[in-house]
C-alpha cells in the first residue's frame, strides 16, 4: 500500500511538471470597423509615368496628407477616405473580414475625362485600418500615371450630422 501511495504521488508530481500553462487567449479580430469619423494619414511610397508624360497628379514620392471620412452602421466605408484630393469616388467589391479588407475605387477627376481607379487592401481592428492603395489612371489625354501609397486611419469620434436639405415649396 505504501508503495502504491508513493507511485501515485510521483505519478502526480511527474505530470504536473510536464504539463504547460494554457496560453492566454488572444484578442479576438474585429468583425467590422466601428462606425464614426476616421482620420486617415498617407504617404506616397511610388508614383511612375505609364505614358512616359508627366503624371496628371500634384502627388510626388513621399507627399503626405490627411484626410477624414466617416464609417457607416453597416460597416461601409466612405471612398473619400482613399480618394486624392478633388476626386469623386464610388466603390465596389468590398470585403471586410478576419481583420482584412480590400475594395476597389472608381473615380472621377474634375477637369480630366477618363478614369482614376484604385485598389485598397489591408488590415483593419475595431477603430483602425491599415492600408495598401495601388492607382491606376486611364485618362482620356497624356499624364496617366500608377501609385502607391499606405493609408493608416484611427477612430476620431462620432461623424457629423448630417446636413439638414432645406424643404422645397410648392
Not at 481592428?125 to 493608416?152: F, H, I, P, Q
Amino acid at each position: 500500500m505504501r508503495k502504491t501511495i508513493i507511485a501515485a504521488t510521483a505519478a502526480v508530481l511527474v505530470a504536473s511538471c510536464g504539463s504547460e500553462a494554457p496560453a492566454p487567449k488572444q484578442e479576438e479580430e474585429a468583425a467590422s470597423l466601428a462606425p464614426g469619423q476616421y482620420q486617415a494619414d498617407w504617404k506616397v511610397s511610388a508614383i511612375r509615368s505609364v505614358d512616359k508624360t508627366t503624371p496628371a497628379t500634384n502627388l510626388k514620392v513621399d507627399a503626405t496628407g490627411t484626410t477624414t471620412a466617416c464609417v457607416t452602421a453597416d460597416g461601409t466605408v466612405d471612398p473619400a477616405l482613399f480618394a486624392e484630393d478633388g476626386d469623386s469616388c464610388t466603390a465596389a467589391n468590398p470585403y471586410m473580414g478576419n481583420g482584412r479588407m480590400s475594395l476597389d475605387l472608381t473615380c472621377k477627376r474634375k477637369g480630366n475625362s477618363g478614369e482614376v481607379r484604385q485598389s485598397v487592401s489591408g488590415t483593419f481592428t475595431k477603430d483602425s485600418l491599415d492600408t495598401e492603395v495601388s492607382t491606376s489612371t486611364y485618362l482620356s489625354g497624356t499624364g496617366d500615371y500608377a501609385m502607391t501609397r499606405t493609408v493608416a486611419a484611427k477612430r476620431i469620434g462620432e461623424c457629423p450630422p448630417a446636413a439638414a436639405t432645406p424643404e422645397k415649396k410648392a
